[in-house]
């Protein structure tokens, strides 16, 4: 047995006493008397009285097993402020980077898939004050596009995760890409603001079924020591997709129209499309699916099961992505308001600014991608919380725009450093049978949490104006309120990242066949 004194000793070194206490006996023996001392807990000795006072064993034993649980429930939570292991060491990213051809043209249809959905997306963004003078509408009007799309992302990431882990994720990701360029191409023919609108709410449940699709497809074929570094590679493909819808953009209205952008911007998915013909399916979702047909269950009853067994998983998920969602749509969505409206920069400057942030997102989410191979998920998303928050003041205090740009720059570099940690975490946590739901749908119910970010920025901002006044007018004090939410939901990340558990390194595949390399 293991003595009381032993559990307190053992406090600082929570992964071999989870491991020793597997062995240890909570049942009192019959024979033992009423009245024992702790010391003797876990020895033949006979009863004593410790310095006079009787110690119930019932009650000796009610609070080792109170002991054990805390070690146990949350041991995981200790391991985080352990040194990384030794033995991990950290590898050359150069290495980490060659891939077969195979394992290379999968990943690249995926991150290619998420830019041009990016891509198409940040298309509305632009050309907001375009679609107002066409439609005779108010800029806000066309807003309401935006938010349309980000509310029905989550039904996407069901349907066609649902689908894509029955009957594989090849097809449905080809039939999501098709769709979404017809959307794209007709957008750009939209007479109305009513037409724009619905064809933009079908663009949304496109766009949330693409994500799931293309991370699952992705993480199963990767190796699981360079999920990180990829991991960071591909979530960054939508900020990649944000600056090619900016030079396009520059490139395209200004010398044609906006209906050009919409029209010229399906060349990307064409590619993608035709690229997503030649792929196989990973030997991950075959097993899976084998074990699925082999088992009595329903599919039906195989869902119910997962929920019983994950459903504490499931709720944390999605709570993780909505703080997640917070803080990227939270400083990204209102930063050009706020560099025009507050600190009355021209457009194209917050068109730099927006590059710039956007920049500092991909170094941020590749470098913290590699990282988190050696510290593990949750500890670099816990860094990335802690310095990207020391960085708030800089992002929205200084009137230089030089000082300003730096400001976007770093914390972009934090925000997305820790989402680069995310398609990798996810595909890890995610039960084997749903590893295409699982993500999609806990990603974009978070979005869906999320989507009012830059509402409450904007409305906060305006109700609380700067005291002085410009050319008689009141100015929104957006920085204030970016920051406040900024920072509380830094806060918020840090403490659920705590809290949370990983899987770094789980593999996907029962074994894997000599030949797969070859393919």
Known sequence: MVSINEADSAANNPRAFSEDIRSVSLTPSANKADFVDEASIGSEKGPIVNEGIPVSQGQVHATRRRRIWFQTTFSHVLELFERPDPRNKLKNPIGLLKLTPRQAFTFSVACLGWMVDSLDFFCVTMTTTELAEAFDKEPSDITSAITVTLMLRPIGALLFGIIADRYGRRIPLIVNLSLFTVIELASGFAQNLETFIGLRAIYGILMGGEWGLGNSLAMEVLPVESRGIFSGILQ????????????????????????????????????????????????????????????????????????????????????????????????????????????????????????????????????????????????????????????????????????????????????????????????????????????????????????????????????????????????????????????????????????????????????????????
């Open 236 to 519: 960054m493909s939508y900020s990649l997709g944000n600056l090619v819808a900016a030079m396009l953009y520059y490139a395209i209205v200004p010398n044609l129209n906006w209906r050009a952008l919409y029209w010229i911007s399906i060349i990307p998915a064409a590619i993608t499309i035709v690229m997503a013909l030649f792929l196989k399916e990973s030997e991950a979702w075959k097993q899976s699916r084998h074990q699925q047909r082999n088992s009595a269950r329903t599919y039906y009853q195989v869902v119910v099961d997962m929920l019983k067994q994950h459903w504490i998983r499931c709720i944390y998920a999605v709570i993780f992505m909505a703080a997640m969602n917070f803080l990227s749509h939270g400083s990204q969505d209102l930063y050009p308001t706020f560099l025009k409206k507050q600190h009355g920069f021209s457009p194209a400057q917050a068109t730099v600014g927006t590059v710039v942030g956007n920049l500092g997102a991909i170094v941020g989410g590749i470098f913290f991608g590699y990282i988190s191979e050696y510290l593990g998920r949750r500890r670099t998303i816990v860094i990335c919380a802690v310095i990207g928050a020391c960085f708030v003041p800089l992002w929205i205090l200084p009137n230089s725009f030089g000082v300003l740009l730096a400001g976007a720059f770093f914390i972009q570099v934090f925000v997305q450093g820790a989402w680069g940690v995310i398609p990798a975490y996810l595909a890890e946590i995610s039960p084997d049978n749903f590893r295409a739901t699982f993500p999609g749908l806990s990603y974009q119910l978070g979005n869906l949490i999320s989507a009012s970010a830059s509402q409450i920025e904007a409305t906060m901002g305006e109700k609380n104006p700067l005291p002085e006044l410009r050319d008689g007018e009141t100015v929104p004090n957006y920085g204030r309120v970016q920051g406040i939410l900024i920072g509380i939901i830094f806060c918020c990340v840090l403490v659920l990242a705590v809290f949370g558990r990983e899987e770094k390194g789980k593999q996907f595949e029962v074994k894997k066949k000599p030949d797969d390399d070859d393919d």
